[in-house]
C-alpha cells in the first residue's frame, strides 16, 4: 500500500496589481488566478475580518452599525496599511495553497507613490508572506502587459486610467522618460455623477450606483444614440426613495471636470516629451490601459485633442496584473528588498 501523493511545488512567485478598485494576483505559470476588488467588511469592535472582496463589495453603504466595509486603497495610495497587509496575506495564501518555500512577490504601484510608500507596501508584503518584494511602477507594468518591448530605443505612450489614479508615461530603453501621475480617474467620475444628481435631480445616489451609470451609459465623446438608465435613490427634499432616467448626454456633462483634467494630464506630457520620442509616439499611437480606457469614447476624445491615434489595450484591465506577473522574468533589474 503507497502513502498518498501530495503535490508540493517549491517556490512560486506572483505578480500583484495593489489596485485602488480591485487586486489582481498572477502566480508564474498559471496566469491571473484571483481578481476582486480592493474592498473588506470589518467588524468595528474585533477587527476580525468578515468579508473580503466581492463580498465585501456588496455591502459597501449597507453595513449595520459594527461592521464597516472599507477601501483601504485611495488615490492610487494606501490609506491603511494594517488592512492592506492583511489584504495582501489573504491573496498571497489564496493564491498558492501547496508551494514549500515563500514567494517572490513583484507589486505594482502607482508612478507618483513616494520612497516611504513603497517601503511601507515592501513591508506589508514581506510581513504578509513574501520572501522578497520587488516594487514595479505602474506604466511600466501596463506597457508589458500590453506586449510592448519596452526596452526597444523608440518612445511608446501609455496612458492607465485606473479607479484612484491616472498615469500617462513616456517610455523608451526600459525605463520612464517623462510622466504624469494624477489623482483623478474612476472614482472621481463616479464622485462627479453623484455631484451631478445631487444639483440636477436633487437626488441622492451612492457609489455604486454612479458607477453603474458610468458603466451603462456613462461616455466622455457624445454617442450616436442617446441611451437612458433608471436609477433608485433618495430625494434630497422629501427623504422618500425615487426612481429617475438618467441619460448619456447628462453624464457626459456630469464628467466634464475629471475628464478634462485626464485630457490636460495627456497633453503636458506631450508638452514635455523629447522630439524624437515625440515622432515615434505620433506614427505609433497612443495606448490606453486600465478599466478607465472602458470608457466609451475615452480613445476618440483623447484622439481628437492630441492629434494622435490612441488605442485601447486588449483586455485593459488585466494590462497591469499581466505585466506585474511577466515581469517577474527580470527581476533581478528591479532589485528588491
Ligand atoms: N466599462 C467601463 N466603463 C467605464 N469605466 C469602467 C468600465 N469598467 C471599469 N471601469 C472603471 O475602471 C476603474 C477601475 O480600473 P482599474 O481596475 O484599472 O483600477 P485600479 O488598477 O484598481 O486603480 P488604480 O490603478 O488607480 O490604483 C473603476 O473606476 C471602474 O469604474
Ligand atoms: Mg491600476
Known sequence: MYGRVVLVGLRADIGIDLGTSSIL?????KGIVLQEPSVVAVDQYTNK??????????MLGRTPGNIIAKRPMRNGVISDYDITERLLNY?????????????????????GITEVEKRAVTEASNNAGAIRTYIIEEPIAAAIGAGIDITEPNG????????????????????????????????DCDDAIIRYIKKKHNMIVGERTAEKLKHNVGCAYPLEEE??????????????????????????????????????????????????????????????????????????????????EVNIAHNPIECVARGTGKSLAWMNLLGGK
Open 227 to 308: 441611451k437612458f438608465e433608471e436609477i433608485k435613490g433618495r430625494n434630497l427634499l422629501t427623504g422618500l426613495p425615487v426612481n429617475i432616467s438618467v441619460s448619456s448626454s447628462e453624464i457626459l456633462e456630469a464628467l466634464q471636470e475629471p475628464i478634462g483634467e485626464i485630457v490636460e494630464a495627456v497633453l503636458s506630457t506631450l508638452e514635455k516629451t523629447p522630439p524624437e520620442l515625440a515622432a515615434d509616439i505620433a506614427c505609433k499611437g497612443i495606448l490606453m490601459t486600465g478599466g478607465g480606457a472602458l470608457l466609451y469614447g475615452m480613445d476618440k476624445l483623447l484622439s481628437k485633442k492630441t492629434g494622435i
Open 156 to 187: 511608446n505612450m501609455i496612458i492607465d486610467i485606473g479607479g484612484g489614479t491616472t498615469d500617462v508615461a513616456v517610455i523608451a530603453l526600459g525605463g520612464i522618460v517623462v510622466s504624469s501621475s494624477i489623482k483623478v480617474a474612476g472614482d
Open 25 to 29: 494576483v498572477y502566480v508564474k505559470g
Open 49 to 58: 475580518f468578515l468579508a473580503v472582496g466581492e463580498d465585501a463589495r456588496s
Open 91 to 111: 491573496f498571497i495564501k489564496k493564491s498558492l495553497n501547496r508551494y514549500l518555500f515563500k514567494p517572490r512577490v513583484v507589486v505594482c504601484v502607482p508612478s
